[in-house]
């Protein structure tokens, strides 16, 4: 994307406050920054095609052009890529990969974006590679008939966090291969109350 990160949080600041009238002042009060500082960045964001500005008597505001709002889509498909590799797909707490992602946003270049979407629809190569093998009738090859320990962990399923459910469980899982019932024995702990008249 040939735009800065600053530039960038004002393009993001006017496309949230859309549907009022976005005004100067409300970019500064959004953004947090001087008037001035405001007024030098809006000024070059109208000479680069990315802001329209509009001068009335008692003001003037401005508004998105259609170059910065492939800019944003970019930015959403960015996110997208970013968020389920790392979050969904590595399990790594939501937060962080907020906090990191807040870093880089918009500054992924669109062909590596494309290749993080193309990866995520085949599976990251690992999916992928078991669906041909399945298709293939190559599942034989995989694990012989027997008993394997599979170590699990139960989590929150919007954020990936750990959940208190986790401990109800024996660790590890059994993953049992014959053949003809493949299965998964988790077993639960078990839990006893206690009240406090007995």
């Known amino acids: 994307m040939n735009i800065t990160k600053s530039q960038l949080n004002y393009l993001m ?11 100067q002042s409300k970019i500064c009060n959004y953004l947090g920054v001087k008037r001035s500082s405001a007024s ?10 990315y802001v329209e500005k509009a001068d009335y008597d008692f003001g003037c505001e ?13 930015v959403e498909k960015e996110k997208l890529e970013f968020f389920s590799l790392f979050c969904k797909k590595l399990s790594i707490r939501y937060e962080l990969c907020e906090k990191e992602y807040n870093k880089i946003c918009g500054m992924i270049g669109e062909e590596f974006i494309d290749k993080l979407a193309e990866a995520r629809e085949n599976g990251y190569g690992i999916e992928s590679e078991t669906n041909e093998k399945i298709k293939a009738n190559e599942t ?3 694990l012989e008939n027997g008993v394997y320990e599979l170590p699990f962990k139960v989590v929150h399923e919007g954020d990936g966090s750990p959940s208190m459910g986790n401990k109800g469980f024996i660790h590890p899982a059994r993953l049992i291969i014959d053949g003809e019932n493949d299965r998964v024995l988790l077993k639960a702990k078990e839990i006893y109350y206690k009240s406090k008249n007995s």
């Open 40 to 49: 030098i960045a809006l000024k070059k964001l109208c000479e680069s095609g």
């Open 13 to 23: 600041a006017i496309d949230f406050l859309e549907g009022e009238s976005v005004s």
């Open 140 to 142: 034989d090859s995989y």
């Open 62 to 74: 401005y508004k998105l052009t259609e170059k910065s709002r492939r800019i944003l889509k970019l």
